[in-house]
T-cell receptor, first 115, second 117 residues
Framework: DGGITQSPKYLFRKEGQNVTLSCEQN?????MYWYRQDPGQGLRLIYY?????DFQKGDIAEGYSVSREKKESFPLTVTSAQKNPTAFYLC?????WGGGTDTQYFGPGTRLTVL | AQSVAQPEDQVNVAEGNPLTVKCTYS??????LFWYVQYPNRGLQFLLK??????LVKGSYGFEAEFNKSQTSFHLKKPSALVSDSALYFC???????????????FGAGTRLAVHP
């Protein structure tokens, strides 16, 4: 069963804590993305990775960090420096970075709540 | 600045009636256009995309979208709405590679579709 999995589905964090959101894909896609979704706003790009061992900041990278050590995995860490981390986080992937016609496929999301 | 506008926060339609969800964009070049649907607490599901060719694009679940270059619009349509179509719909645009697009998507804020029995 191919696709993108994200875990956990719900995550609660105390202020000052770092938390890591998991994103795994078995689609053999090169490129992966992290988005943040807030009510009434579209998705905003946090980080993206064109290929293994490479990643780039998106539009709202402050307070977040990522790694891409394996092709299938792109974890996102929400650090204590992120001032307002409560949001719905979505991971996506495409077969390649340069293929402009590629469709982005999304995981089911993780809802992060800061207590 | 490149942007996508979905002018209606919510669209209300009676079941069986046609529906339209509007999208306009401000992007240079010849962008690629996408529609996604999101059900509560779920990820985005791909509905359809326009790359080139026929301006009327058919997608999943009976949805279609019409690309209008002169009006820079890409409205989503369905001839007969179902209650199960009720969800949040996102329009997204990818600038073409000559405008620095690659695979970065620009999303609209979303339109909530409510189909009433």
């Amino acid at each position: 069963d191919g696709g993108i999995t994200q875990s956990p589905k719900y995550l609660f964090r105390k202020e000052g804590q770092n938390v890591t959101l998991s994103c795994e894909q078995n689609l053999n896609h090169d490129a992966m993305y992290w988005y943040r979704q807030d009510p009434g706003q579209g998705l905003r790009l946090i980080y993206y990775s064109q290929i293994v061992n490479d990643f780039q900041k998106g539009d709202i990278a402050e307070g977040y960090s990522v790694s891409r050590e394996k092709k299938e995995s792109f974890p996102l860490t929400v650090t204590s420096a992120q001032k307002n981390p409560t949001a719905f986080y979505l991971c996506a992937s495409t077969p390649s970075w340069g293929g402009g016609t590629d469709t982005q496929y999304f995981g089911p999301g993780t809802r992060l709540t800061v207590l | 600045a490149q942007s996508v506008a979905q002018p209606e926060d919510q669209v209300n339609v009676a079941e069986g009636n046609p529906l339209t969800v509007k999208c306009t964009y401000s992007v240079s070049g010849n962008p690629y256009l996408f529609w996604y649907v999101q059900y509560p607490n779920r990820g985005l599901q791909f509905l359809l995309k326009y790359i080139t060719g026929d301006n009327l694009v058919k997608g999943s679940y009976g949805f279609e979208a019409e690309f209008n270059k002169s009006q820079t619009s890409f409205h989503l349509k369905k001839p007969s709405a179902l209650v199960s179509d009720s969800a949040l719909y996102f329009c997204a645009v990818r600038p073409d590679m000559f405008s620095g697009g690659y695979n970065k998507l620009i999303f609209g804020a979303g339109t909530r579709l409510a189909v009433h029995p």
